[in-house]
T-cell receptor
Framework: DAKTTQPNSMESNEEEPVHLPCNHS???????IHWYRQLPSQGPEYVIH???SNVNNRMASLAIAEDRKSSTLILHRATLRDAAVYYC???????????FGSGTRLLVRP | DTGVSQDPRHKITKRGQNVTFRCDPI?????LYWYRQTLGQGPEFLTY????????KSRLLSDRFSAERPKGSFSTLEIQRTEQGDSAMYLC????????????FGPGTRLTVT
């Protein structure tokens, strides 16, 4: 099974960009990488997913390395509301069950 | 509010009692997932349904746990003879057909077993 590695925590200043890294060196060529986040006292929420090329949506951007062994979630301008635990989730089987690790706890300083 | 709802939000029970939680997914969603989250950890998969069929159960789901989704709509998760180790947040999520990678989570039910 593919596994992911993320830093335990990161800090950012409000309104500055944040780059959250994830290593997934065992991922296969057809596996998507998904990112979720969990705000305090809430259930997780979907952020973004991608396969090869960079992806953008209203919440974030996902930059995937050319060798696909790593990816970076980019928050272009962090806000206090972005303080959360961010999970880089390896590909699932046909069940699409989500395998959460410990994630990266993002602290945003005002 | 058309999101995933869970009831109750909090439950305190004594060891040995049975508890039942309910999850109401978004109405068009055919897949429904249950996860459990303990303090400081990421959620762990418990089981999932496609429509009314329960297709997979985690090894975490001991025989004291049972889940149902009788008409492919709401789901219940029952824990019999609760133990202190069952104390956790129980999360429900659902997804659209063909978009199972994008799961919508409810607020969770926090269970405390005393």
């Amino acid at each position: 099974d593919a596994k992911t590695t993320q830093p335990n925590s990161m800090e950012s200043n409000e309104e500055e960009p944040v780059h959250l890294p994830c290593n997934h060196s065992t991922i296969s060529g057809t596996d998507y990488i998904h990112w979720y986040r969990q705000l305090p006292s809430q259930g997780p929420e979907y952020v973004i997913h991608g396969l090869t090329s960079n992806v953008n949506n209203r919440m974030a951007s996902l930059a995937i390395a050319e060798d696909r062994k790593s990816s970076t979630l980019i928050l272009h301008r962090a806000t206090l509301r972005d303080a959360a635990v961010y999970y880089c989730i390896p590909p699932a089987d046909s069940s699409y069950k989500l395998i959460f690790g410990s994630g990266t706890r993002l602290l945003v300083r005002p | 509010d058309t999101g995933v709802s869970q009831d109750p939000r909090h439950k305190i029970t004594k060891r040995g009692q049975n508890v039942t939680f309910r999850c109401d997914p978004i109405s068009e969603h055919n897949r429904l997932y249950w996860y459990r989250q303990t303090l400081g950890q990421g959620p762990e998969f418990l089981t999932y349904f496609q429509n009314e069929a329960q297709l997979e159960k985690s090894r975490l789901l001991s025989d004291r746990f049972s889940a149902e989704r009788p008409k492919g709509s709401f789901s219940t998760l029952e824990i019999q003879r609760t133990e202190q180790g069952d104390s956790a947040m129980y999360l429900c999520a659902s997804s659209f057909p063909g978009q199972a990678y994008e799961q919508y989570f409810g607020p969770g039910t926090r269970l405390t077993v005393t």
